[in-house]
């Protein structure tokens, strides 16, 4: 069954969903590991796990516990470029197309696509 609507809670299973096949995926793992390591139960992983369900929740629903910048982190990271961003765009979709019906689905598409876009643009990648 896939979800119809958008809420805290299943943005979190979205959110361990997605960053568990990111963890498996030869291009941009590593990127994750660097900072974060390989063991999702981590305390490292699960504040990042927790930020980002807040920060998944403030850009699709009125939830406002966000109060980040999510940009910050990434620019002292070496070797991003234009194709790690397409690959994370691509393991987003397919978690995004396995939990949500399509219109909700959308919805997270074009607000990853608009991040992802804004990272290259802010990085100059």
């Known amino acids: 069954m896939q979800y119809q609507t958008i809420t805290k809670k299943n943005i979190r299973v979205m959110v361990d969903r997605f960053y568990s ?10 990127f994750f590991i660097e900072k974060l390591g390989d063991e999702m139960i981590s ?4 504040h990042h796990l927790n930020l980002l369900t807040d920060f998944w929740a403030s850009m699709t629903t009125a939830d406002n516990s966000y109060n980040g910048t999510p940009i910050k982190p990434h620019l002292d990271m070496q070797g991003l470029n234009r ?4 690959r994370w765009l691509e393991l987003f979709s397919q978690t995004i197309d396995k939990l949500y019906e399509e219109e909700t ?12 876009n804004n990272f290259i643009k802010q990085l100059k990648l």
Do not use: Y
């Not at 305390?43 to 699960?46: A, I, P, S, T």
């Open 21 to 30: 096949s990111v963890l498996k995926d030869d291009l941009i793992a590593d």
């Open 83 to 86: 194709e790690s961003f397409q």
């Open 105 to 116: 689905a959308n919805i997270f598409k074009t607000r990853g696509e608009m991040i992802a």
């Open 43 to 46: 305390d490292e992983w699960q």
